[in-house]
């Protein structure tokens, strides 16, 4: 019992050794215009810094226009080597290459090259290998009339897709209208939701902070219950653009949150509050917020149109991924907790791990 302690405790460590909250995510969006293929790969600045030279990384973690500049000349030269696109004939020449920084302090490359013949294309994510490990990138691919061609997404260890690329439309051709458009796919956003829960450290080591003290099934789905309101409520106002918080001020409180479970599962001795629930609802609040940064990233609410799907989706997923881990937490808890010597030093230690990861991801993320 006390080496299974022990494991259980070395498992938080190394998720609390982690990188924090989420991994990183960037988009690449390629439209197929008549005449031209056109990339628009965005990234966090946090992310941009980490494929620049050190000379030439801005030291904020939100750039200005200034930092921008300052950065021009090596993010130019950067820009081509972001994305390939290979056809019959070989990779694609890009042509034309710009960076500009978007309102949402996200860095964003544009990239042009002629369009090809009709083929099959491949495209490959050519950074995949210098981000940190979990980093996604969002692949979506529409053609002149906005039908989806592809989207994936993509990671280190699958920087690849591929997509057939059509005849460009004939003269006598008629062109879908705006009703004819394919909304993102329902599969897309749902794996999103699920792969963020399963790649996003932090949260998890919050979840086993709630998880290591529940005693009974009730008490487990209220607490989760109350948690999913309250991040669905804030996952909804800031992706639809009416609360907007800075990412560096959510990301700290999310540290704080993580720090405290750990500190009142240590004040508590291992034993479960009865108003815990009420703290997850306001810690929920906190959570939605990061949640809705992805969907932020993504342009979703952007344009005020097909935000239900993205939203319900994308929640649908984290919740699947929230139970997935609980249901299978909860049995090796529950077991654990039968032994005295895992509440009388078990419980203590993971507390311990679980608010030192806080405190350091805390003073990460406001000093250093």
């Given amino acids: 019992m006390r080496s299974l302690t022990r ?14 909250h989420d991994p990183g995510l960037s988009t690449t969006q390629v439209l197929i215009k008549p005449d031209a293929l056109v990339a628009t790969v965005g990234f966090a600045p946090n992310d941009v810094r980490m494929l620049l030279p050190p000379a030439a990384r801005p030291t904020s973690s939100t750039w ?8 021009a000349p090596c993010l130019r030269e950067l820009a081509p080597r972001l994305l390939e696109i290979r056809g019959g004939a070989g990779a694609l020449r890009w042509t034309e290459a710009s960076v500009s920084l978007a309102s949402g302090n996200s860095v964003l490359f544009r990239l042009e090259c002629a369009r ?8 490959h994510s ?4 210098q981000l940190p490990p979990g980093h996604r990138d969002y692949v979506s691919v529409t053609d002149e009339h906005g039908k989806t061609l592809l989207e994936k997404l993509v990671g280190e260890k699958d920087a690849d897709a591929a997509f057939d690329l059509p005849a460009p439309a004939g003269a006598d051709a008629a062109p879908d209208g705006p009703d004819q458009r394919r909304p993102p796919t329902f599969w897309g956003f749902l794996s999103l939701g699920i792969t963020h829960i399963l790649t996003g450290y932090d949260h998890l080591l919050f979840l086993f902070g709630l998880l290591v003290v529940c ?5 487990v789905v209220a607490i989760i219950s109350c948690f999913t309101v309250a991040h669905s409520i804030t996952l909804a106002l800031a992706t639809l653009g009416y609360v907007n918080i800075p990412s560096r001020v959510v990301e700290a409180m999310i540290a704080a949150s993580i720090c405290y479970v750990g500190i009142e599962n240590l004040a508590r ?3 479960e509050s009865r108003s815990r ?3 997850m609802f306001a810690f929920g609040l906190v959570h939605g917020f990061g949640f809705a940064s992805v969907l932020r990233q993504l342009g979703v609410g952007s344009d005020g149109r097909g935000v ?23 049995p090796i808890f529950w077991q654990l907790r039968k032994n005295p010597d895992f509440i009388r030093r078990g419980v203590p230690i993971d507390s311990g791990v679980i608010a030192a990861a806080g405190l350091c991801w805390f003073l990460e993320r406001t000093v250093f």
Avoid: C, K, Y
Wanted: charged share 15%; net charge positive; proline share 4%.
């Fill in 7 to 20: 494991s259980v405790a070395f498992l938080l460590l190394f998720a609390g050794s982690l990188r924090a």
């Fill in 64 to 71: 200005t226009s200034s930092d921008l500049d300052a950065a």
């Fill in 116 to 123: 090809p013949p009709a083929s099959r294309l491949h495209l």
């Fill in 126 to 129: 050519m950074v995949m290998d």
């Fill in 215 to 219: 005693r009974s099934f009730r008490s």
């Fill in 269 to 271: 001795r291992g034993a």
């Fill in 277 to 279: 629930w009420a703290l």
């Fill in 308 to 330: 239900a799907m993205p939203l319900f989706t994308f929640n649908l997923g984290v919740e699947i991924g929230q139970i997935t881990i609980a249901a299978i937490a909860l």
